[in-house]
T-cell receptor
Framework: EAQVTQNPRYLITVTGKKLTVTCSQN?????MSWYRQDPGLGLRQIYY???????DKGDVPEGYKVSRKEKRNFPLILESPSPNQTSLYFC???????????FGPGTRLTVT | GQQVMQIPQYQHVQEGEDFTTYCNSS?????IQWYKQRPGGHPVFLIQ???SGEVKKQKRLTFQFGEAKKNSSLHITATQTTDVGTYFC???????????WGLGTSLAVNP
C-alpha cells in the first residue's frame, strides 16, 4: 500500500531535549516536505527536499533541521525544542515539486 | 512574501445547500491545487488547475481557475455530511518548489 508514515504520532517532551520525528514513504517520490499546522495559521512549510542530499528552507525553518540521506526517509530534527514548537506536524511526499502530495498521519508534539 | 487570501474562513450550511470557497492572489499564479482535510485527519489532494479559465468537475465539486490566474474557487453542490472538513488552496512559489497554503475554509454541514 502506498503510504507516508510518521513516528511518533504523539510526543510530549521538555524544553531543550533533542528529538527526531521520522518520515518514510514507499512511493519512490523525489519531493518530500515538512509542515506544521497551527490553529488560525493553516499549514506552513518548514523544509522541503527535491531529492537525496538536496534540501531547502520553507517559510518557517527556524529551530528545525532536516536531512535526506535516502530517498525514502526525511527526518525532522529539533535540536533544542521550545514551547513555541508545540504543533501538529505533517510530512508529505510527491513525485515532483508541484505534483499531488501524499501526507502522513501527523505527529502531535507538545513541548513543555 | 507571496500570499493567497482564502474566504470565507468558516461556513455553516444545511445539508443540501450549496457551498463555495474562494482563493484570491495579488500575483499571477502558475497553477493551484486544492486539498481537503477532515477533522482529525491529514490533507488529501483533490485537484490541480493549470490553465487560465480552467473548470474541472468531480461529482458534486466544481473547481475553477480565473482567467487572469489570480483567483480560484471550489463549489460544492447539494452538500452532504461527508463534505465536512477544511478546504485549502495551495500554490507554488519559487519555481513551484516552495508551497504556500491558504488558511483554509472550514465547512460544517447540519444534517
Amino acid at each position: 500500500e502506498a503510504q507516508v508514515t510518521q513516528n511518533p504520532r504523539y510526543l510530549i517532551t521538555v524544553t531543550g531535549k533533542k528529538l527526531t520525528v521520522t518520515c518514510s514513504q514507499n512511493m519512490n517520490h523525489e519531493y518530500m516536505s515538512w509542515y506544521r499546522q497551527d490553529p488560525g495559521l493553516g499549514l506552513r512549510q518548514i523544509y522541503y527536499s527535491m531529492n537525496v542530499e538536496v534540501t531547502d528552507k520553507g517559510d518557517v525553518p527556524e529551530g528545525y533541521k532536516v536531512s535526506r540521506k535516502e530517498k525514502r526517509n526525511f527526518p525532522l530534527i529539533l535540536e533544542s525544542p521550545s514551547p513555541n514548537q508545540t504543533s501538529l506536524y505533517f510530512c508529505a511526499s510527491s513525485d515532483r515539486d508541484y505534483y499531488e502530495q501524499y501526507f502522513g498521519p501527523g505527529t502531535r508534539l507538545t513541548v513543555t | 512574501g507571496q500570499q493567497v487570501m482564502q474566504i470565507p474562513q468558516y461556513q455553516h450550511v444545511q445539508e443540501g445547500e450549496d457551498f463555495t470557497t474562494y482563493c484570491n492572489s495579488s500575483t499571477t499564479l502558475s497553477n493551484i491545487q486544492w486539498y481537503k482535510q477532515r477533522p482529525g485527519g491529514h490533507p488529501v489532494f483533490l485537484i490541480q488547475l493549470v490553465k487560465s479559465g480552467e473548470v474541472k468537475k468531480q461529482k458534486r465539486l466544481t473547481f475553477q481557475f480565473g482567467e487572469a490566474k489570480k483567483n480560484s474557487s471550489l463549489h460544492i453542490t447539494a452538500t452532504q455530511t461527508t463534505d465536512v472538513g477544511t478546504y485549502f488552496c495551495v500554490f507554488g512559489a519559487g519555481n513551484n518548489r516552495k508551497l504556500i497554503w491558504g488558511l483554509g475554509t472550514s465547512l460544517a454541514v447540519n444534517p
